[in-house]
């Protein structure tokens, strides 16, 4: 809120906000062939199979970006995953959130099937969920996406694991609110989770904390991207270049606590948040961080398909 009334006053242009996801923002941008909004923010990874198939999104012109805002490390991987359809705005892990009082022990993908934590497990029923487990059974899922009969046998596995060990699942959170209401009702002591939720929650409850998988975080980018038919290019423009000034990105970054794509953010950043990232990653831990490359479209049906046979499956 105080980021949007800061660049209203100063642009004179006023913003109307919606909240989706990746899924849900597809779904609008394809029923609306890219119209209805001015500007997205999908995940590095769902964007350019997306502006192939569905035509979506328009091609960024990088000469209207204030590129010194930007990591140079992170916008040039993010154009590359991309296809130049974006520009990175912040990233984060996705692991685990751990009541450590009650799992001290927990601390990977595998324990979200041990059947130690029966009743006390949660997590989201979507793909990063498919990932983390992937690599906790010793696959590397990234490298068979060029192999789709491969991609399906690995999650077809995955989905027999999750069927098989649901009856331990106390429930799945579909949000931000419900991932934080789960842990903080002290029912949940192992879930999937974001890293900032997780700081978060370790502010009010030093037990519970976020905590790298040893077989690996999962690394997300989050980005800027404009649809096709967006009526206000020039204002999608002015928005992204303002979200990434440092000073006004430490603002998200200092609520959010996610880390920011801007370059020179750290300079306004709180030392609590900086403590977070040290207490939680170690060198090895961030060596080990799984980045999501550009995911295919045979792969999301995949993924979705077996989604879909999890949810809909009986416990056993």
Not at 1 to 14: C, N, R, S, V
Not at 176 to 182: H, L, N, R, V
Not at 287 to 299: G, M, Q, S, T
């Amino acid at each position: 809120m105080e980021l949007q009334k800061k660049f209203e006053k100063q642009t004179g242009i006023k913003l109307k906000i919606t909240y989706s996801n990746n899924e849900e923002m597809l779904a609008k941008l394809r029923a609306t062939h890219g119209g209805g909004f001015d500007l997205a923010q999908p995940s590095a990874d769902r964007i350019l199979f997306a502006a192939k198939k569905y035509h979506i999104y328009k091609p960024l012109d990088y000469s209207k970006i204030k590129t010194e805002h930007f990591k140079p490390s992170l916008l040039k991987a993010t154009k590359e995953i991309s296809g130049g359809y974006a520009v990175p705005y912040c990233f984060g892990t996705t692991g685990l959130i751990i009541n450590k009082a009650k799992a001290p022990e927990a601390n990977d993908w595998s324990d979200l099937y041990n059947p130690k934590y029966k009743g006390h497990i949660a997590y989201r029923l979507k793909r990063p969920l498919l990932i983390g487990v992937a690599y906790s059974m010793g696959y590397d899922p990234f490298k068979l996406y060029n192999n789709p009969k491969e991609y399906k046998k690995m999650i077809d596995k995955i989905a027999n694991k999750l069927i098989e060990t649901k009856n331990l699942v106390y429930g799945y959170w579909t949000s931000g609110d419900t991932q934080k209401e789960f842990v903080r009702s002290g029912k949940i002591w192992v879930e999937t989770g974001w890293d900032g939720i997780g700081w978060n929650l370790h502010k009010e409850n030093k037990n519970i904390d976020f905590v790298a998988p040893k077989s690996g975080a999962l690394g997300w980018v989050d980005t800027f991207a404009i649809p096709r038919r967006s009526k206000n290019v020039e204002g999608a423009y002015k928005f992204i270049n303002f979200m990434l000034k440092p000073e006004n990105a430490a603002v998200f970054v200092n609520h959010e606590k996610y880390q920011s794509a801007s370059n020179g953010v750290e300079k306004y950043v709180d030392e609590a948040i900086k403590a977070d990232w040290r207490r939680t990653f170690s060198k090895e831990d961030l060596e080990k961080v799984h980045w999501y490359p550009a995911l295919p479209a045979a792969c999301e049906k995949i993924e979705a398909k077996a989604l879909e046979r999890i949810k809909a499956a009986a416990s056993k």
